[in-house]
């Protein structure tokens, strides 16, 4: 992907990634301090959420903002988890605790949202979802209460991505997990 001048430029390196990374838990939170459902698929809604997710509310576009609200759905790197569970001290962490939508595996997330303001990234999901990531997704002070003294700070920096939905479909579990880089139109 991208042309042959950039080849080996920064922005050139940024649109190269080894393979495609694997979604493998897809989690809706039904309401706020409920457990979360695990589900085999779901339907990504362009502009809102996943359906049957809190956050899928009405397509609403703040003003000036063409892709509705920055936290759609979030994603966590499943590679995260062992970090996490380290950090704070445990043995194990648990995904739905953290309360992430989307738990990739595979694939440098972090490295998913572009360095260069005119070359966009998005995450392709399966064969119709279209995320583009909006920012990192910080903890919450509920982390303490779920991970036990200290959890804040075991999270940070490993605490996932808020992504908005461009376009929607249906997710799997398994589905293959792709960076794209986008051409901007002059």
């Known amino acids: 992907m991208g042309d042959d001048t950039d080849r080996g430029t920064l922005r ?10 694997r979604l493998d838990m897809i989690l809706l939170r039904p309401a706020r301090r409920v457990p979360m459902v695990s589900v085999a698929s779901a339907e990504a809604l362009a502009g809102r959420g996943l359906e ?3 956050s899928a509310g009405p397509a609403v576009r703040p003003h000036g903002s063409a892709g509705g609200s920055k936290r759609q759905v979030t994603l966590i790197q499943a590679e995260h ?3 996490i569970a380290a950090l704070a001290a445990l043995q194990h962490v648990d995904a739905q605790a953290l309360r992430r939508n989307l738990v990739v595996s595979g694939l440098n997330l972090l490295a998913a949202r572009s360095l260069f303001k005119d070359q966009a990234l998005r995450l392709r999901i399966g064969a119709e979802v279209v995320l583009e990531i909006s920012g990192p997704c910080e903890p919450c002070s509920r982390m303490e209460e779920l991970l036990g003294a200290g959890g ?10 808020t992504a908005r939905i461009h ?13 794209e880089a986008v051409a901007q139109s002059a």
């Open 52 to 54: 049957g997710d809190r």
């Open 81 to 83: 988890l062992p970090v």
């Open 152 to 161: 804040y700070n075991a999270m940070r920096g490993h605490g996932g991505l």
């Open 12 to 21: 050139g390196l940024t649109r190269q990634f080894p393979r495609a990374g």
């Open 167 to 179: 376009v929607g479909g249906t997710l799997q579990v398994g589905d293959a997990v792709v960076c």
